[in-house]
């Protein structure tokens, strides 16, 4: 590259005014080959990684599994069998572990460079498994499953994701790395969240401060959280979409489907039969300026349906706290509750437009 830099700026030098346009033509020619040169070596700037084996380890046998996958994704480096990554990755599953549940074996919690515990995530990552039903990575309740530690893009299609337990997040935690510029985006397709745990916040995803998830045709069944969110726990500042996907069975104490300090809109959705011993029995939407939030919290749902979730408390389908604005367009809400609250218990704003 330098040498033709060179070489141009050298004939520019040389050669008299009378010629200047051929040679700007010249020039442009030869700066779009660079771009065109530069844009190929980026396109190609990233790798296929191929899991081929179900164990869960970190050795060196010649295969390739899920963790040496990620290792390699993270680390550009070949791990084991794991070719090595380049860029933003892919990691798939070759057709002989397909299908099959993928069990987290190496215990340790508390780590974030995908060698023990917890599946970390801390590079742009796709992770295309062969659908919820023939891909499954199973936390063995050892710790959450996946941890998406940025900024960094990641995208989970065709996954089941279960029995993970831990603190915040059983199933995925995503953030940006502490004190770290930038955001995380996790995008989940065509997946099931299940059976997973935290003992405070997030039993199937926490989506840390500021952070992005896109949630699109996927199923979040039975997880269970102690403190708040039983499905999910946005927190403040998050920005989160969820299209064409249900939630249903999930507990927790506040926010038994969702728990929201942050800005969700829900599209196309069922939030059924979800559980909270406190407020919220569907969702819960929570200012959260106490906690030094950039911005109000502000759920939406359209086109959805709310039905049959329980609180103990406040709010059987929706809890509204603290001045949060909830806008409901063109849904169904029958929800269980507590009268005389019709399933909405409020102390902010709520718009209800065309619902029944
Ligand atoms: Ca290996
Ligand atoms: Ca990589
Ligand atoms: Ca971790
Ligand atoms: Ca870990």
New binding site residues.
């Given amino acids: 590259m330098s040498g033709i830099w060179r070489h141009t700026q050298h004939i520019a030098k040389r050669n008299v005014p009378n010629r200047s346009l051929s040679l700007g033509r010249g020039c442009t020619l030869a700066i779009t080959l660079l771009v065109c040169l530069l844009a190929a070596a980026l396109a190609s700037d990233a790798a296929t990684i191929t899991v081929n084996t179900i164990s869960d380890e970190l050795n060196a046998d010649g295969d390739c599994s899920l963790r040496e996958a990620i290792r390699s994704a993270n680390t550009d480096t070949p791990v084991d069998g794991c070719g090595g990554g380049r860029g933003p990755d892919e990691i798939r599953f070759a057709p002989g572990v397909v299908p099959e549940t993928f069990t987290i074996t190496l215990a340790g919690a ?3 460079s995908a060698e023990t ?2 599946l ?1 995530i801390t590079d742009d990552l796709i992770i295309t498994g062969a659908g919820a039903a023939d891909t499954v990575i199973d936390g063995n309740q050892l710790d959450r499953v996946f ?1 998406v530690i940025g900024p960094v893009t990641v995208e989970l299609n065709g996954l089941t994701i279960q029995n993970g337990q831990t603190q915040s997040g059983g199933g995925i935690r995503s953030e940006a790395v502490e004190g770290g510029a930038g955001f995380s985006m996790l995008k989940i397709t065509q997946s099931m969240i299940r059976d997973n745990t935290a003992s405070n916040d997030g039993g199937g995803i926490n989506i840390k401060p500021g952070n992005k998830l896109e949630l699109t045709d996927s199923r979040v069944l039975n997880n269970s959280a102690g403190d708040d969110g039983g499905g999910i726990e946005a927190e403040a500042g998050s920005d989160i979409t969820i299209a064409d996907s249900t939630f249903t069975d999930n507990t927790a104490s506040r926010g038994g489907g969702i728990d929201n300090e942050g800005g969700i809109t829900v599209t196309d959705s069922l939030v059924s039969e979800n559980e909270a011993t406190d407020d919220g029995g569907g969702i819960r939407n929570e200012e959260a300026a106490d906690r030094n939030s950039p911005t109000s919290s502000r759920l939406t749902i359209l086109n959805s349906t709310i039905r049959e979730n329980t609180a103990h408390n406040r709010g059987g389908g929706i809890r509204n706290e603290n001045e949060g604005t909830v806008i409901i367009m063109n849904s169904i809400r029958s929800m269980v509750t507590p009268l005389p609250t019709m399933g909405i218990g409020t102390a902010g704003v709520v718009s209800i437009i065309a619902a029944t």
């Fill in positions: 508390d780590e974030d515990g917890d970390d941890h």
